[in-house]
């Protein structure tokens, strides 16, 4: 009797080990790919920003002069830095193309980026925002 008592909670622990939910395989989380501010960022600037800030203007954002207009320079009329390497939250850029409203209106003005442009943005920030 108390063989057929243990084979019938062994039989029901296996059954309902079996209608345990299959959670597939695990996947390793894939390293975000490295962003590119000569290839990724400054075409976003080229198409959509030096229009309002070209080579002559308070902050230049044309090819060749834009990173060192940008990263740790401390932003005109705000008290905090353009760019923070590694802390887009803190960045004036970042700040100014989230649709946040945090340091006046959203650029480019009268526009706005794609999700994907603000994203790019944001994940070279995070990366630490270098000159590559």
Not at 5 to 33: M, N, R
Not at 68 to 73: A, P, S
Not at 93 to 112: A, E, F, H, Q
């Amino acid at each position: 009797m108390k063989i057929n008592k243990l084979l019938t909670i062994l039989l029901i622990a296996a059954t309902l080990q079996s209608c345990k939910k299959d959670e597939g395989p695990v996947i390793p989380e894939q390293e975000a790919t490295e962003v590119s501010f000569v290839n990724d960022i400054q075409p976003i600037f080229d198409s959509n920003c030096i229009s309002c800030h070209p080579s002559s203007g308070n902050l230049n954002l044309t090819s060749g002069n834009s990173y060192n207009q940008l990263v740790n320079i401390n932003a005109s009329g705000y008290s905090a830095k353009r760019v923070v390497p590694n802390e887009p939250e803190n960045s004036v850029l970042y700040k100014k193309i989230d649709g946040s409203g945090t340091y006046g209106s959203n650029m480019p003005l009268g526009g706005s980026l794609s999700t994907n442009q603000v994203n790019l943005i944001k994940q070279w920030i995070a990366q630490g925002a270098k000159n590559n």
